[in-house]
């Protein structure tokens, strides 16, 4: 039997992440490959051209499980009866700025967006906080949405989690798929603790702890962190703008593990000013 459509609300749909990511959602790469969709995109008036224009090449993909598309810049359209809410809008990041520099510029947008979905969100909706001050966000939007459960409001570690993995892999030459159980403790800034302690890689010769199969203590003590906590400084410098890609992938792997679950033997990291995992 097919499946009843779910609403997915991005914000900021116009932006960089926010291109990146909605077409994922509709190959079906954050609810999987048998989960219709209905996209409900929304921006800023300045963006609202933009916006029609990801409308149009979303119509122009043809995504089989696109079964809807709600382009606006109204946050009471944008809201209404979404499941899951994925807040990418805000303030944009920029070169030498710490996320903590955006704080003040998103807490009005955070109130108005938290207040529509408190009043108009389907029951139980999850919301995935990706803006910056990620955390700080996340706080503010549980006390302007104070009907949505705790434990549904998460914002975006999934992404130090993802680049913790990827170094992990380039240093030891596997894929990032071996590498496994990898945290991330503290909040999604340059203060974030990346923990290799509980993870596991798999090799030729089997299963092993990364510290084992690293056998540098000093590398994984020092180097290792510090590039999994400055990466998105990294990334800025490079490309003079925010992470776009891997962002948007890590928020759909975000999702996706928090709605269809991760194997029994896999743990993953979100956090959230209420609980984190």
């Known amino acids: 039997m097919a499946k009843n459509p779910l609403r997915v609300l991005v914000t900021g749909a116009a932006g960089q992440i926010g291109y990146a990511l909605v077409p994922m959602i509709a190959r079906g790469i954050m609810l999987g490959p048998d989960q219709p969709v209905i996209l409900h995109m929304l921006d800023i008036e300045p963006a609202a051209e933009a916006l029609n224009g990801v409308k149009m090449e979303l119509i122009d993909a043809a995504f089989p499980l696109l079964k809807g598309i709600v382009a606006t810049t109204d946050v009471v359209e944008a809201c209404k009866d979404v499941n899951i809410a994925v807040m990418v809008g805000g303030f944009p990041r920029k070169e030498g700025m710490e996320r903590k520099d955006v704080m003040s510029k998103n807490v009005s947008i955070y109130k108005a967006q938290a207040s529509a979905l408190e009043k108009h969100a389907a029951p139980n909706c999850k919301v995935l906080v990706v803006a910056n001050p990620a955390n700080t966000n996340a706080l503010i939007l549980k006390e302007f949405a104070p009907s949505i459960p705790a434990k549904n409001i ?78 998105g400084a990294a990334i800025i410098k490079a490309r003079k703008l925010s992470s776009a890609l891997s962002a948007a992938s890590s928020a759909c792997d975000h999702i996706r593990d928090w709605v269809l679950g991760t194997p029994k033997v896999e743990g993953t990291s979100s956090a959230s000013k209420f609980s984190s995992s």
């Open 154 to 231: 998460t914002c975006l570690t999934r992404l130090d989690h993802n680049r913790a993995m990827g170094q992990i892999s380039e240093r030891l030459k596997v894929h990032v798929s071996d590498v496994k159980n990898v945290i991330i403790w503290g909040n999604h800034s340059s203060t974030q603790y990346p923990d290799v302690n509980h993870a596991t890689v798999t090799t030729s010769k089997g299963e092993k702890p990364v510290r084992e199969a690293v056998a540098d203590d000093n590398w994984l003590n020092t180097e290792f962190i510090t590039t999994v906590q400055q990466r």
